[in-house]
């Protein structure tokens, strides 16, 4: 397994420069992620938050909310490991832009997006694990990540209700395009 250091319960960094993710470190990360309160964690493949290119191997659960937000100035790519996601993409006053249905290679679904302009986003897990790797630009700057004015912020009350409305919005089959 990689060896690794712990900036918090949610952000792992390796100790070694040359850096190798296999079967097992997923499946500690899972264990990390059950354990974590909002049930998430990363393991970055880069040293520190002021590198350049930021790798993470990201391990979400289903019932993990993801505040919909934008990144101002800077690419974000994803590539589907393990699991089922759909992605919603936003316009900027809250209305749905796209959904988009993700899985790993197995799932016959789309594994990898890239997003090259800032565009509102978040996640609705649709299985137990979400595993994925992510690429983005650093260093990484609180100031570079938006959050929707017209989305619930991870503590509110309101969460499960914003999450309710836009799976209602996904099961009604509207196209988005």
Not at 65 to 75: D, E, F, N, R
Not at 152 to 176: A, C, R, T, W
């Amino acid at each position: 397994m990689i060896k690794v250091k712990k900036e918090n319960d949610e952000v792992l960094y390796p100790t070694e420069d040359i850096v190798h993710i296999s079967k097992e470190d997923i499946q500690h990360l899972k264990t990390l992620a059950i354990k974590n309160p909002r049930k998430r964690v990363r393991l970055c493949a880069h040293e520190t938050p002021n590198d350049s290119l930021h790798e993470m191997f990201i391990v979400h659960m289903k019932d993990c909310y993801v505040t919909p937000h934008k990144h101002l100035g800077k690419s974000e790519s994803m590539a589907v490991i393990e699991g089922e996601v759909d992605i919603v993409l936003f316009n900027e006053d809250g209305s749905i832009l796209r959904i988009v249905e993700m899985g790993d290679l197995n799932s016959g679904k789309l594994f990898y997006q890239r997003l090259s302009s800032p565009v509102y986003h978040t996640l609705i897990i649709r299985s137990e694990f979400l595993v994925f790797h992510e690429i983005t630009e650093g260093p990484f700057l609180r100031e570079k990540t938006a959050f929707a004015p017209w989305a619930p912020s991870e503590n509110s009350p309101n969460v499960l209700q914003f999450i309710q409305e836009l799976e209602m919005s996904i099961d009604k089959g509207n196209k988005y395009e």
